[in-house]
């Protein structure tokens, strides 16, 4: 299977060994690994999207349209579970994020990282 960056793929996250605040279940996911390591490697780092939507929106956080990520809803890119999977737990693509959205993505990677401060 071929992946790249920024593209949104509904992923079967569903693991016997979940914990507390680990998403588990099939959902959307966003793939935020660099090509060059998709081509070579059997797994990807994504990020969890979910529909339940941001209170406030900060540097840190994203929200996809509709229109622009292909989902059937508003949904938030849940940077706090940025995880590896192995390419098989993707299943079909839905869509992929313009590149004026993956700046917004990059930033606030970068924040979430810690790579930069958010002052």
Do not use: H
Not at 29 to 56: F, M
């Amino acid at each position: 299977m071929l992946i790249k960056r920024g593209e949104i793929y509904s992923a079967d996250l569903i693991e016997k060994d979940t914990k507390g605040a680990e998403i588990g279940k099939i959902r959307p996911v966003l793939v935020v690994q660099a090509n060059s390591w998709n081509d070579i490697l059997a797994s990807t780092i994504i990020v969890p999207l979910s529909s339940r939507l941001p209170t406030y929106i900060s540097p840190r956080s994203v929200v996809l349209r509709k229109d622009e990520s292909s989902l059937d809803k508003e949904s938030s890119v849940v940077f706090s579970q940025i995880r590896s999977i192995d390419k098989s737990r993707l299943q079909k693509k839905i869509g992929k994020l313009p590149a004026e959205k993956m700046k917004a993505v990059n930033k606030a990677l970068s924040l979430t990282l810690g790579l930069e401060s958010i002052d």
